[in-house]
């Protein structure tokens, strides 16, 4: 990896979450998928399903950026995030409330245990 590209990552990172506060992680998480979200609550969906649904449309794409941007997150974008998954939580979209240093220590976990040092 060379100089230029961790710059890159970095400059990828501090633009993880707008000053709107309506995205985080660049386009991972657009306000239109949190529109969708919202707008499922307000059409009925029981909170079980909104769940399962925020956990495919959100947690995911978190899940799935993580191990390439974590080790970069500063506290600052962390409580950002968190932040923003406790805003859905209070919205009614997420059943619990995540935390992004559980998220990267189950990503961690999960990678450690199909790839083994030894």
Known sequence: MTVGQVGNR??????LYTPTGQTAAGS???????????R???QGL?????NTVFQARIVSRLLYALPSWGCFV???????IEAFLRRAHR???????LKVTELFDSV???????????
């Open 91 to 97: 919205y009614g979209l997420a059943a619990n409330i």
């Open 40 to 42: 499922l609550r307000h």
């Open 108 to 118: 961690a976990q999960d990678f450690f245990q199909q790839n083994p040092i030894a």
């Open 10 to 15: 970095r400059q990828l990172v501090r633009r």
């Open 46 to 50: 029981p909170v079980k399903h909104l």
């Open 74 to 80: 500063t506290a600052e974008l962390s409580g950002k």
């Open 28 to 38: 991972l998480i657009t306000s239109h998928q949190v529109f969708v979200l919202k």
